[in-house]
């Protein structure tokens, strides 16, 4: 269940930021008193909460949003000085085949639909839905997000081909990488640890990424300056990098990108 406060920024504007942390504590002391032990209520980030209902079927977890809704409608906070406070709901059971990012990215459509359709409603999704096209396609803003969690770009290395090997190891080495696959001409290796839940963290260390290396053609150094680089042929790499987990925000994945891709550049001695 992914939870969205609608109009927020009004409140931090117009109330102040103060007033907006006060809401942000009643809305999960809120959720928390509402839900069963099971049941598990976090803070995703700015003023998105996710409800993880185990047992629940698809159904019964509409209705529990429905009431929750409800409970937050009637909310009476002095501060808000008669500022209406509602929020959107977004729902999605786990289905055969799916992984943890897909059940979350089915549950985040959902939502969007539910701003998307007029905000303080509860709106579920599933697959089948999806395919059908039963609910409202995406925007062409949403398929540009989709778009950018994908990161690919190649390099020239000024390196021998019996170097690389090394070059790679001491990559891996350096910055607590796993090699999952290893072949000829390619290597596939992940950075960054994941948490109880797959959304990303703060620190690089919590925003994992796989990197797939592809070693290419192998050419003459052609633009050296000087007779020992000039005698080192240049191995093109290509660079594929994807995110692990959750992420929110396209701009978060492409600095991490951008970042791993300038270490691997700088370990290869890239043109």
């Given at each position: 269940?992914?939870i ?21 504590i ?5 959720f928390?008193?509402e839900?069963?032990s099971?049941?598990l ?8 909460f996710?409800?993880i209902?185990?047992?629940t079927?698809?159904?019964?977890a509409v ?8 409970a937050?409608?009637?909310l ?7 500022t ?12 055969a085949g799916?992984?943890v990012?897909s ?7 959902a ?14 999704l599933?697959?089948?839905q ?6 409202p ?10 778009d950018?969690m994908?990161?690919e770009q190649?390099?020239n ?10 070059k ?5 080495n350096?910055?607590g990488?796993h ?14 640890k ?7 963290g703060?620190?690089e260390?919590r925003?994992p990424v796989q990197v797939e290396?592809?070693?290419g053609?192998?050419s003459?150094n ?12 240049l191995?093109e ?6 995110p692990l987990?959750?992420v ?5 994945f ?6 791993v ?11």
């Amino acid at each position: 269940m992914f939870i969205d406060a609608d109009h927020f920024k009004n409140i931090n504007d117009t109330l102040g930021h103060s007033i907006g942390d006060d809401v942000l504590i009643e809305l999960a002391r809120l959720f928390q008193h509402e839900t069963y032990s099971g049941e598990l209520v976090g803070r995703y980030g700015g003023e998105e909460f996710v409800i993880i209902c185990p047992e629940t079927d698809l159904e019964h977890a509409v209705k529990k949003a429905e009431r929750l809704r409800l409970a937050l409608c009637n909310l009476n906070m002095e501060s808000l000085n008669q500022t209406p406070l509602t929020a959107s709901f977004g729902v999605a059971e786990v289905e055969a085949g799916d992984s943890v990012e897909s059940l979350f990215r089915r549950a985040d459509k959902a939502l969007y639909n539910a701003k998307e359709t007029g905000r303080n409603r509860v709106c579920s999704l599933t697959n089948q839905q999806i395919q059908t096209g039963i609910v409202p396609s995406l925007t062409s803003s949403e398929e540009t997000t989709v778009d950018t969690m994908n990161f690919e770009q190649p390099f020239n290395a000024c390196i021998s081909s019996d170097i690389i090997v090394y070059k790679l190891g001491g990559f891996v080495n350096d910055n607590g990488a796993h090699l999952t696959e290893v072949r000829a001409n390619r290597a596939v290796l992940r950075l960054g640890k994941s948490g109880l839940l797959p959304f990303w963290g703060k620190t690089e260390d919590r925003q994992p990424v796989q990197v797939e290396i592809e070693f290419g053609s192998v050419s003459k150094n052609t633009s050296a300056t000087t007779t020992s680089r000039a005698s080192t042929p240049l191995v093109e790499i290509s660079i594929t990098i994807s995110p692990l987990g959750w992420v929110k925000k396209p701009t978060l994945f492409q600095q991490r990108a951008n970042r791993v891709f300038r270490l691997l550049k700088d370990y290869f001695l890239a043109e």
